[in-house]
């Protein structure tokens, strides 16, 4: 990695709100501590506000803004990925956000890069969601994003329909069906539902509580468990 390389990935992980050791930095950038004590002191003698020192951690200072963005060939393919992954597994508003970020990131590159945008090196293949799984999926994930409790009209996988209020904590994708994790009221327990089996989904107008037991990390500890 070139020194102008890593003062910049320096200057991001000091402004991700939280303080950062030496070790850390250096572990992450593969470089020795010393490195990231000299790279530090070039940034402050540079005049970049940060704060902290050596044997505490260093942070940057609230208010200042980081340098316009910066990519490699890498990133920008991660991006790309992530977008196109997003357009062909989510449903049509995440789609639409996926590209505005692209978009976004297009307008401040450099035209060295801008051809990255466009390759073709990675392809992700388009994957056949009903509209009406993917109207779906839109819904379940604001609720999720609003913290709303959900009514569900689910099939389970004999085709027996029921009718569940949910609290939704997660959405999980499994490379062919998406699965709701939630907080099931009429069996008082976590439940998970295939999205594709969900035949309506109606967000109630009542959000439901932050209660010890039942959050998004229960679930997950009782998930990974089984």
């Known amino acids: ?10 200057l991001l992980h000091l402004g991700r709100g939280r303080v950062v050791t030496a070790r850390e930095l250096a572990t992450s950038l593969e470089v020795s501590e010393r490195t990231v004590y000299r790279d530090i002191a070039n940034l402050m003698g540079s005049g970049i506000p940060i704060d902290g020192e050596a044997g505490v951690g260093y942070r940057l200072n609230k208010g200042y803004q980081v340098p316009p963005l910066m990519f490699g060939t890498e990133e920008l393919q991660a991006l790309v990925f992530g977008v196109e992954v ?9 789609a639409a956000a996926a590209e ?4 976004k990131v297009d307008a401040v590159l450099p035209d060295r890069l801008r051809p990255q945008l466009g390759s073709r090196r990675l392809v992700v293949p388009g994957v056949l969601m009903s509209e009406q799984t993917a109207a779906t999926l839109g ?3 604001e609720a999720i994003n609003e913290h709303q409790r959900l009514f569900l009209n689910y099939g389970d996988a004999s085709g027996e329909a029921t009718e569940r209020i949910v609290w939704p ?3 999980v994708y499994w490379g062919k069906t998406w699965t709701l994790g939630a907080w099931c009221e009429l069996r008082q327990a976590f439940r998970s539902f295939r999205v594709d089996r969900i035949s309506e989904a109606r967000t109630l107008n009542t ?18 468990a089984q």
């Open 100 to 103: 505005r970020v692209l978009a």
């Open 139 to 141: 819904d379940v994930r």
């Open 1 to 10: 990695m070139r020194p102008a390389d890593r003062l910049f990935q320096i």
């Open 86 to 94: 997003v357009k062909s597994f989510g449903d049509t508003k995440l």
């Open 207 to 224: 959000q439901f509580p932050d209660e010890t037991g039942k959050r998004l990390h229960d679930y997950l500890s009782q998930a990974a």
């Open 169 to 171: 904590l997660t959405l």
